[in-house]
């Protein structure tokens, strides 16, 4: 039977906890996590967020759902509605196994609408990701984590179908906050994946929207030289910038 978690604050699934356990929340039967405004769920209480068969997570348009606790995913987690889910967790696979690999079949992650935003560069790793609906990516160029600057979303440890665009999604809409200050060019990454998964996802399966003083004329590829690829949206200032001191 389907349920549905309305939540407010993280403190909502309970205080911290003795000791950790990987399910603390657990998803599963299309379960769904349904925030009623922007919440952050911080780490360091011992609680992990677990996803079964199908678990659900649906943001509402105009609101972020921020998971930087431990996720586990062991099926099928559905993320709906038009605002952002942020991930920023250890991700980990199997359950109670709590492996760092992922199972084929049982790490998938469909982003029906909205957007995904990555706060730490592994925090996708190991997901088979489809975008579906318009849904979109987030970045931050103004983020300290040097990862996410050069490789973005990294999943690697997918390496059949790392990212998938489904029949009705033409491209996978990117958009990005600029650097602090107006420098004349900058480059933050979008992603990336294994070789062989690349040479089926071109660089025209990303839109970039241009900034309000920078814009992006192509994505371009990056072979890093260790058998992965990283897609980077290359930003120019669109014209003169006059700096008074």
Known sequence: QRSRL????????????DTFAYDALYLEHYSDLFPL??????????RGIAIGDIGRMHVTNG???TILRPLNVNGHLVKEGAGT?????TLTFGGAAQSATPTSGQNLFTVMGGSIKPLAAHAFDG???TFTNN?????????????LLNYGIIDVKETAAPITLAANQATIPVTVTPPDGYPSSFTVA?????????DSLPVTAFSVANTAHHRCPRVEKRTNGDGTVTYLAPFFSKGF???FR
């Open 6 to 17: 309305f939540v407010y604050d993280e403190r909502n699934l309970g205080g911290r906890r």
């Open 37 to 46: 405004n922007d919440v952050t769920f911080t780490d360091g209480w011992n």
């Open 63 to 65: 609101l972020t759902l």
């Open 85 to 89: 889910l942020a991930l920023g967790g």
């Open 127 to 129: 997901l088979a990701i």
């Open 135 to 147: 849904a979109s990516i987030k970045l931050d160029a103004t983020t300290s984590d040097a990862d």
């Open 190 to 198: 979008i992603c990336t994946i294994e070789a062989t998964p690349a």
């Open 241 to 243: 910038v006059i700096n």
